[in-house]
C-alpha cells in the first residue's frame, strides 16, 4: 500500500516535470503569439474606437464606424472593387486548376516538363511578376496586345481603362494557378482506375465520369482553395498599389481595392484609428464568408467513404 503511494507521488512528480520542461520548451512561441500576434489585435480592436494617429489617442466611441458607414464613399468603392474582383477572380482560378490539373494527369509525351511549366509562375516573386505582367499588357508593344493583333483583335488598353482593369489582374492570377494544380492533380493520382472502368463498363461518358467521379472525390481540394481563395481575394493589395502606380487606385478608382484604402488611411493619412476599424470589418467579412463556405460544404464536399463531410 505505501510502496503504491509512493508509486503514484513519483509518477505524478515526474509528470510534473514534464510539464515545466514542455512549457519552457514553447515559451519562446508563447512569448511570441502574445507579443506580436495577441496582443496587436487586442491594441488594434481598442484603437479602432478612438482617433488615433501614432501620437494621440482620443475615444470616439463607434465614431469610426458610424463613418465607414456614412461618409467615407472611397470605402464603398473599395468594398464594391474587392467584392467583385473576388466574386470573378474565385471561380474562374478554381475552374482553370481543376481543368489544367485534368489535363496534366493524362499520359503524354514531355508530361513531366509540362506540370514543371505550369508550376513555375507560382513561385515567382509577387512584384516581379506585377512588373513583368506591366510589360505584358501594355496597349502599345505588349506582348498580349501583339498576339491578339495577329488573329485580328484589337486588345484593349489593360491598365488605363478602367473597364479592363480587373480582367487583366484576373488573367495575371490565371497565369500562376500552378499551386492550385499541383494539389488537383495529386488528388487525381490517388484516384482508383477501378472507379472509371466500371464507369465504362456501364456506358458513362468521359463528361460523366468527371461530373459523378472526379468532381466528388477532389471536392476536400476545391473546398480547400475556396477557402483559401476567399482569404487571399479579401487581401488583394500590391496589384491595385503597383498597377496604379502612386497607389491611388486609379484608373477611376477600378483598382482601389479594400486593403489599399485601409493603407493609404494609415499610412498616407495617418488615421490609423479609423484603418483599425476597417480591419475588423474585414475580419469580420472574411469569417463570415468562410463560416458560410463551411456551412455548405457539408452538402457537397465528399470523403473517401462516400458520405459527406
Request: hydrophobic share 50%; glycine share 10%; net charge positive.
Amino acid at each position: 500500500m505505501f510502496g503504491k503511494i509512493l508509486y503514484k507521488l513519483g509518477a505524478k512528480k515526474r509528470k510534473t516535470r514534464e510539464n515545466i520542461y514542455g512549457y519552457i520548451f514553447i515559451l519562446p512561441w508563447l512569448i511570441g503569439l502574445l507579443a506580436f500576434t495577441l496582443g496587436p489585435m487586442v491594441f488594434s480592436f481598442i484603437t479602432s474606437f478612438a482617433d488615433y494617429n501614432m501620437l494621440k489617442i482620443d475615444f470616439i466611441g463607434i465614431g469610426n464606424y458610424v463613418k465607414m458607414f456614412t461618409k467615407d464613399q472611397l470605402f464603398w468603392k473599395s468594398l464594391g472593387n474587392t467584392a467583385v474582383y473576388a466574386l470573378l477572380n474565385i471561380p474562374l482560378v478554381t475552374i482553370g486548376g481543376v481543368i489544367v490539373a485534368v489535363i496534366l494527369n493524362k499520359s503524354i509525351f514531355g508530361l513531366r516538363t509540362f506540370r514543371t511549366i505550369f508550376y513555375l509562375p507560382s513561385i515567382m516573386v509577387g512584384v516581379g511578376t506585377y512588373f513583368l505582367w506591366m510589360l505584358l499588357l501594355d496597349p502599345a508593344n505588349g506582348l498580349v496586345n501583339t498576339i491578339l493583333g495577329m488573329i485580328g483583335i484589337d486588345g484593349p488598353a489593360w491598365l488605363t481603362d478602367p473597364n479592363w482593369t480587373k480582367p487583366a489582374i484576373i488573367l495575371m492570377h490565371l497565369w500562376g494557378l500552378g499551386g492550385q494544380m499541383l494539389l488537383y492533380l495529386a488528388r487525381l493520382q490517388s484516384i482508383p482506375q477501378d472507379y472509371y472502368e466500371a464507369a465504362s463498363l456501364d456506358g458513362a461518358s468521359g463528361f460523366k465520369k468527371f461530373i459523378n467521379i472526379t468532381v466528388p472525390l477532389i471536392s476536400p481540394i476545391i473546398f480547400y482553395n475556396l477557402t483559401i481563395g476567399i482569404i487571399g481575394a479579401f487581401q488583394v493589395f500590391q496589384e491595385g498599389y503597383i498597377f496604379s502606380g502612386d497607389g491611388s487606385g486609379n484608373p477611376a478608382g477600378s483598382l482601389l481595392f479594400y486593403n489599399l484604402h485601409l493603407w493609404n488611411q494609415a499610412f498616407k493619412n495617418f488615421k490609423t484609428g479609423y484603418a483599425n476599424a476597417m480591419c475588423w470589418f474585414l475580419f469580420a467579412i472574411v469569417m463570415i464568408a468562410t463560416l458560410i463556405n463551411q456551412k455548405v460544404s457539408k452538402k457537397w464536399v465528399y470523403e473517401e467513404d462516400g458520405g459527406n463531410e
